[in-house]
């Protein structure tokens, strides 16, 4: 790296910092309480070898229902502990930290594939202040996207250094490569794979850049029969070996460690996925898709909560909301066709002896617009397309690799949209922005004969940019607490019965009954049968020494007829009883004990150990309690070793 390099990331570094700043006074919001104050994996209180066998959660991962392995992850969250203790700040000094480590990985991989150090920068700079990153900076558990697209854009380029390919010379095809910088970009994906689970399409997208960058493998038969021929393909044909058997042992052995408990998510997680029919999943899947594009492209309304009531599922050809995934497919398709032309274009059949570019002279030419290929200038598309034709596809590959394990197509995910789950995806979205906003400018200012085009770029670039700042750091805001992040979901989102049920138990936590109870009614305004907001009704008048009310509310939780999934236009909260029915049935047994109906409060509370019969769980606790309160240890004891050998 020279001194240019070093100023850009250290640009990149004060940007997330002054962009975040107003994150670091935050609490710990939405899943923070149970993935750190309430992991002993994060409080130090397990072995560090059991992070290795432990989900995110701090639960056995062979007996966990989310499978979610993120020992990394947990180790980072671990380390901060030990040394600040649980204080929010400390967690989020270090989420601000590592975004600007992930941006300043962004630019290396970017300064490279663009071959230009400022368009990098500019790159760098749209994915560091990208207001969609807020909540997995702002929210501590974002951190496992940052650990994983760092290690995952080290991993690519890694590979590049492997095969010659930088920012300042490339070798022309490559006939040999360095194993050990190919060993390191593997080992770097398994560590991105270890932060969370996508980092590992890092080795997939490696196999596409080798195709599409570093080799520009032709499609024409005639042209791809005489290189099949060549040292080159002979030397991508083992790399490409190699990453596919790396792909494949690294996935079935974190596949093989799942253990025996299925995956398991609830329908007002991901309503689509349990719709009866499939034309219904199709069409709210790609809408879905659609919804992720506009938060790429435009992050004006930004939501900490997509599942349940905030999406409806689309049910009919006819709903106007597929003409936004029709939209999607045609800008996709037409990306893909376009950038493939580069694989078919005159420069696939430029000569392997053709002298490497230096990056000097790519990065005057890069916006100015002056061909800087390996083949000197060429015809048609290609010259249209900017630095390298190829980058478009690349672009692509970058954006749509990292995003498919949450698309559903190959196993269910627990959530319709989630924000962060966009953090390593935009690396494709924001190099496709840069070399778009360059080729749009270069060709405006060829056509009217402008000699201005790299400042016209650069005023571009930074209108931009300070839009996305006012978006970040208000949005950052908004995550400062769960009363502020879930006022603003509400907000934008009112429709939805979840959203005012959380903004209600962010409330209560706070003991404003009032306040708390006016969410939860306006919850069952919405949906009348949503049994968790019928329970906080009777936690919230149970709190305040209404007895006859919170009775009411905790039996009309059991009113609520329970099947195993709820059919479309049904009230997605039912599945969820088997939980929320036995905790009714236990707040009442306290209820009944505390009003002096000790006999109907033992009826509760061994109703709600039946259903929920964990040891050490609240069921369990309670009627251990009741039994020993009123004098009958034996039973009390009896119930514990019946709970221990369950």
């Known amino acids: 790296l020279d001194r240019r390099a070093y100023a850009a990331l250290a640009a990149v570094c004060v940007v997330c910092v002054a962009a975040y700043a107003n994150t670091l006074e935050g609490g710990f919001v939405y899943d923070d309480s149970v993935a750190i104050e309430g992991n002993p994996d994060v409080r130090g209180e397990t072995t560090l070898g059991a992070l290795f066998r432990n989900d995110y959660w701090g639960k056995l991962l062979s007996h966990s229902h989310t499978k979610s392995y993120r020992p990394l992850t947990v180790l980072s969250y671990r380390i901060t502990a030990a040394i600040a203790g649980l204080t929010p700040r400390a967690f989020h000094v270090g989420n601000v930290l590592l975004h600007a480590a992930a941006s300043c990985s962004v630019h290396l991989l970017a300064r490279i594939l663009l071959r230009s150090e400022s368009l990098g920068l500019a790159t760098s700079l749209l994915f560091a202040l990208h207001p969609i990153h807020t909540e997995a900076v702002a929210n501590v558990c974002g951190r496992t996207e940052m650990l994983s697209a760092l290690f995952f ?8 250094h492997a095969v010659g390919f930088s920012a300042h010379a490339r070798a022309p095809r490559p006939t040999r490569h360095s194993w050990s910088w190919i060993l390191l970009s593997v080992a770097l994906a398994v560590l991105a794979l270890l932060c969370k689970e996508p980092g590992i399409t890092a080795l997939l997208v490696i196999i596409a850049i080798d195709i599409l960058v570093v080799c520009e493998l032709p499609l024409q038969r005639h042209v791809l029969a005489a290189a099949v021929r060549q040292p080159w393909f002979k030397a991508l044909t083992r790399r490409v070996i190699f990453y596919s058997i790396a792909f494949v042992i690294v996935f079935l052995t974190r596949l093989s460690m799942n253990g025996i408990a299925p995956i398991e998510f609830s329908p007002a997680d991901n309503p689509a996925s349990f719709a009866d029919s499939l034309s219904t999943r199709v069409l709210t899947y790609f809408y879905i898709f659609s ?13 900490a909560d997509y599942t349940h009531d905030t999406i409806p599922l689309v049910t009919s050809l006819v709903d106007l909301r597929n003409l936004s995934s ?7 398709a037409t990306w893909a066709i376009i950038s493939t032309k580069f694989l078919f274009s005159a420069s696939a059949k430029a000569s392997v002896s053709s002298t490497p570019t230096s990056d000097a002279q790519v990065d005057r030419s890069a916006i100015r617009g002056t061909p800087a290929h390996r083949g000197g200038a060429t015809k048609g598309i290609v010259p249209a397309l900017g630095p390298d034709a190829s980058i478009f596809a690349t672009a692509l590959v970058l954006l749509v690799v990292p995003f498919l394990p949450a698309t559903n197509l190959f196993t269910r995910v627990g959530f319709v949209i989630a924000e962060r789950i966009l953090y390593t995806p935009s690396i494709g979205f924001c190099i496709a922005v840069v070399a778009l906003l360059q080729v749009t400018i270069r060709v405006v200012g060829t056509r009217t004969g402008s000699s ?3 400042t016209a770029f650069w005023v571009t670039v930074v209108a931009i940019l300070g839009w996305y700042t006012l978006r970040t750091y208000t949005r950052n805001s908004e995550w400062h607490s769960d009363e502020t992040l879930w006022r603003a979901t509400v ?12 903004l209600g138990l962010a409330l209560r936590h706070q003991s404003r009954w009032s306040e708390a109870e006016a969410c939860y009614l306006k919850c069952l305004e919405i949906d009348p049968e949503l049994g968790d907001c019928l329970l906080e009704l009777g936690v919230v008048h149970q709190n305040q020494g209404h007895a006859d009310k919170a009775e009411e509310y905790y039996n009309r939780v059991f009113d609520i007829r329970t099947h195993p999934y709820p059919r479309e236009g049904q009230s997605l909260f039912r599945s969820m009883l088997h939980t929320t029915v036995p905790q009714a049935y236990s707040n009442l047994g306290i209820l009944l004990a505390t009003t002096g109906r000790p006999a109907e409060a033992e009826r509760n509370f061994r109703e709600a150990f039946t259903r929920n019969p964990k040891a050490g769980d609240y069921a369990h606790r309670n009627l251990e309690h009741f039994l020993r309160s009123a004098g009958r240890d034996r039973e009390a004891d009896a119930l514990g070793q019946h709970v221990r050998y369950q």
Do not use: E, H, M
Request: with cysteine; aromatic share 4%.
């Open 153 to 160: 854009c080290l991993s690519i380029v890694s590979f590049l």
């Open 291 to 303: 919804v992720n594009a506009r938060l790429l492209v435009l992050p004006d309304i930004l939501l």
């Open 491 to 502: 907000r934008d989102a009112p429709q939805s019965a979840k959203n005012w049920k959380s």
């Open 452 to 454: 201005v085009t790299p």
């Open 326 to 332: 029709l939209a999607l497919i045609a800008t996709i």
